[in-house]
Each structure stands twice: as structure tokens, then as C-alpha cells.
Nanobody
Framework: QVQLVESGGGLVQAGGSLRLSCAAS????????MGWFRQAPGKEREFVAA????????YYADSVKVRFTVSSDNTKNTANLQMNSLKPEDTAVYYC???????????????????WGQGTQVTVSS
């Protein structure tokens, strides 16, 4: 099992920025895709962004395109999520997750990801 540890959450005003990081204990076939999900109170966990370790292909939910950027640092086994122009509706617990190679169908399902971090709270005030 790969361990994932997120960091970087916090409280920010609308229009501000935050950067989340996810450190993986190791890179394996099971971490081919690194994803970010979020879950707001009373809502289902939803896909935000993802990146492949090899090739660096990126994927985004429509709600965060242009505003969020996902990246990876292969030398440090970390995946990052730069969040700009934050809105109150971005408030949620953000989770990092890892998956084996999976097909992108316009979104990624949380059930396709095998390893999860503990989550980090992001709160955007209006």
C-alpha cells in the first residue's frame, strides 16, 4: 500500500490562492495516476484534477479548468495542486489519491483510485 500525505490546506478569501501538495511514499505501478478529489459537507466526493507520472498528462474538472493547475515533481514523488481565483464553492476537504493506469472518460471515479491521503481542509470565505 502506498502512503499519501497531503499538506497546504487552509483558510483564504475569495479570489486568493492556495497550493496543495501530496507526498507519495514511493512510486509504483499503483501510482501511475495521481488524482485530486474534494468533498464538501453533504455532497459526494468529486474529481478535481489528475496527472500521470509518465508524460505528465493532465486532466481537470470543468469547474476548475483555468483556475487550478496540477503538476508533479518526479524527483520528490510529489503531486501538487495550485489553486487560483478561489471561490466559496471550492470549500471542501481535498484528497490526494493514486491509481493504476486507468482510462479517462471525461472524469475519474473515486472508486478507480486505490490509495488515499487523509485529506486537507480548504475554506474559502466570501
Amino acid at each position: 500500500q502506498v502512503q499519501l500525505v497531503e499538506s497546504g490546506g487552509g483558510l483564504v478569501q475569495a479570489g486568493g490562492s492556495l497550493r496543495l501538495s501530496c507526498a507519495a511514499s514511493r512510486r509504483t505501478f499503483s501510482t501511475s495516476v495521481m488524482g485530486w478529489f474534494r468533498q464538501a459537507p453533504g455532497k459526494e466526493r468529486e474529481f478535481v484534477a489528475a496527472i500521470t507520472w509518465s508524460g505528465g498528462t493532465t486532466y481537470y474538472a470543468d469547474s476548475v479548468k483555468v483556475r487550478f493547475t496540477v503538476s508533479s515533481d518526479n524527483t520528490k514523488n510529489t503531486a501538487n495542486l495550485q489553486m487560483n481565483s478561489l471561490k466559496p464553492e471550492d470549500t471542501a476537504v481535498y484528497y490526494c489519491a493514486a491509481a493504476r493506469p486507468i482510462r479517462y472518460t471525461g472524469t475519474f471515479s473515486p472508486g478507480s483510485f486505490e490509495s488515499w491521503g487523509q485529506g486537507t481542509q480548504v475554506t474559502v470565505s466570501s
